[in-house]
């Protein structure tokens, strides 16, 4: 490559978000020079990724198979952060889940920063623009038809889970009904959903494939050391840096007019610190240079615990799961798409959520304005999936804690790129998490236990090292235990450069020109979606930001 090239745009990563951001550039003007420099390979005719059975996903050869630092909630143990490393990032390998959260989260944005461009009105025009929704009826102010990203549902698909009625069932028993017209990515997920995917009759949708970089210079296996920083004293707006290229790991330094960095929640901090943006003592601990101290980069770190338990059937052979000889499961469309066709959100009982809240705080809250008491909130998500075991003798639930309260930290290991940072999500640390993770479980005991079920499940699988199984009688002991042996992380990162504090409403790093973060590190609150919906409105946003700012000081 012409080292002596001075590009207009330097993508540092070439996932999501910066699959996005660089091709709806290229879009608006086909005269920019733009370079995407991605750590892993190109994946876009990978057959071995393409479909929900697929082996190759996480743990395969395009994750970048991080794990965290051992969580002092969890019994000490370490616990896997998968992440896409290809183009196109985490949809490579994720599972396709296709819900956007709560409106609350996206208006808290809005309000946390006072910029109504990232309140929920603000970023639905861009949820809709990167949608091609399978249905036209459905709340069409609330979805797009034209978009890149095709959507099917369990419906659209024709996947017909016996188990479907009897679930809608017991959910009514709690108390959960149906959403209209089965909809949870309408603003308010709380309730029954049809559970909605982003793939083309089951096939995976990479977004470097759906926004094609065809006109963008794409350097893939290549990692990015640092973004090259400069003093720029002549600026009239004080901002004494700027950013004025990249050095690769190989010490190839390439030069930018503006660098875009989009290496995801847990790459994005890293390079930053290695680029002398972080805080002060974390970078002198390395003998990094201090050029900014930001004491915010890597931290706010928050992600999505998930937690999973397996029941019994009283009747395998009746055919209700996927692994049973009923016919039906032999049909091509059940290997479309995951296996269940519900997607259930819902709140906590505030009684001991407000106790919670007081140990985390060490007063009681105000439950008519504490942010978490007051409103409605989309708490936890509940997957009953009809699978569990390769004899469709077992069904299985997943708990996810969608609205953590506790939040983590990335930091450096070494100042090596080639040395992954330390993560810590600090899963459960708080009260409240604790209280909303177990909640949880004690919500899917019930559904399991409901009338509705109680002629076709049989008790729950227990778990190794544990007597006894979870049911309506475990004790809060029993069921934290549990919890702290098992849960996860949904693979959701987010925070680690927040919004307000690590960039601004522009997504410009703070104190240094000409440098951006377009990924979910720039996520000032947590989503309670599944993050890709979030980052494709924020990358097609960001690209209409950027853009505009064309001509302007940068």
């Given at each position: ?28 003007d ?10 892993g390979?190109d994946?876009?005719?990978r ?17 970048w ?23 196109g ?5 994720n599972?396709?889940?296709w819900?956007?959260g ?11 920063t006072?910029d ?28 797009g ?17 016996p ?9 009514a028993e ?14 308010n ?6 559970l909605?995917?982003?793939r ?23 990692l990015?050391?640092k973004v ?36 995801g929640?847990v ?8 680029s002398?943006v ?17 004491p915010d980069?890597?931290?706010?770190l928050?992600d999505?615990?998930l ?11 009746a055919?209700?799961a ?5 016919p ?6 059940y ?8 997607i259930?959100s ?6 001991g959520?407000?106790?919670a ?17 007051a ?40 100042a090596?790129i ?16 604790r ?9 899917q ?26 049911s309506?009688?475990?004790t ?9 042996a098992?849960?996860g ?8 450069a927040?919004?307000?504090?690590v ?9 240094v ?13 947590v ?28």
């Amino acid at each position: 490559m012409d080292t002596s090239q001075v590009w207009d745009y330097i993508f540092v990563g070439g996932g999501l978000a910066g699959s996005v951001v660089a091709h709806r550039l290229h879009q608006f003007d086909p005269s920019l020079k733009i370079l995407v420099v991605e750590a892993g390979p190109d994946a876009n005719n990978r057959d071995d990724i393409a479909w929900v059975t697929s082996t190759n996903l996480i743990g395969g050869e395009f994750d970048w198979k991080d794990k965290s630092v051992s969580q002092s909630h969890l019994d000490g143990r370490k616990v896997n952060l998968p992440g896409g490393k290809a183009l196109g990032g985490g949809t490579v390998i994720n599972s396709g889940g296709w819900t956007r959260g709560h409106k609350f989260d996206y208006d808290l944005w809005g309000s946390l920063t006072n910029d109504p461009r990232w309140s929920y009105a603000g970023q639905l025009p861009f949820m809709r623009k990167t949608e091609k929704f399978w249905n036209d009826t459905i709340n069409p102010n609330q979805h797009g038809h034209d978009g890149p990203i095709s959507i099917q549902s369990a419906a659209s698909t024709n996947r017909k889970f016996p188990l479907r009625d009897y679930a809608l069932k017991a959910w009514a028993e709690l108390g959960i009904e149906a959403l209209p017209d089965m909809d949870a990515n309408a603003g308010n997920p709380l309730g029954v959903g049809e559970l909605q995917e982003n793939r083309i009759n089951g096939k995976r949708q990479i977004a470097a494939a759906a926004y094609p970089l065809d006109g963008v210079t794409v350097m893939t296996d290549t990692l990015v050391e640092k973004v090259l920083i400069e003093n720029a004293a002549s600026d009239e707006d004080g901002v004494g840096l700027a950013a004025v290229g990249i050095r690769l790991a190989n010490g190839t330094e390439l030069r930018g007019r503006e660098i875009i960095v989009a290496a995801g929640a847990v790459r994005t901090p890293q390079v930053l610190m290695l680029s002398g943006v972080g805080p002060e003592a974390e970078l002198r601990k390395f003998g990094i240079p201090v050029l900014v101290d930001n004491p915010d980069v890597g931290r706010n770190l928050a992600d999505h615990g998930l937690f999973f338990h397996a029941w019994k059937l009283k009747n395998p052979a009746a055919g209700w799961a996927i692994g049973s000889p009923n016919p039906l499961f032999k049909e091509p469309q059940y290997g479309w798409g995951a296996p269940f066709d519900l997607i259930v959100s819902s709140d906590i009982d505030k009684k001991g959520l407000a106790a919670a809240i007081a140990e985390d705080e060490g007063v009681a809250p105000d439950p008519s304005t504490h942010p978490l008491l007051a409103n409605e909130r989309t708490f936890v998500e509940h997957v009953f999936m009809y699978a569990g075991a390769a004899d469709g003798s077992l069904v299985s639930f997943g708990a996810v804690n969608m609205l953590s309260t506790a939040t983590g930290l990335v930091k450096l290991a070494s100042a090596n790129i080639n040395e992954a940072p330390l993560v810590d999500p600090n899963l459960l640390g708080t009260a409240v998490d604790r209280y909303v993770a177990r909640e949880a479980v004690r919500m899917q005991i019930k559904f399991a236990e409901s009338n509705a079920m109680s002629e076709i499940l049989d008790g729950e699988t227990g778990a190794p090292g544990f007597d006894g199984v979870l049911s309506t009688h475990s004790t809060d002991e029993y069921i934290d235990a549990r919890i702290r042996a098992r849960l996860g992380t949904c693979y959701h990162p987010m925070g680690t450069a927040a919004m307000g504090k690590v960039v601004d409403n522009n997504l410009k790093v703070k104190g240094v020109k000409h440098l951006r973060v377009v990924d979910a590190s720039i996520f000032p609150v947590v989503i309670t979606g599944h993050i890709q919906v979030a980052m494709y409105a924020l990358a097609e946003q960001a690209a209409e930001i950027i853009h505009a700012d064309r001509g302007t000081s940068a």
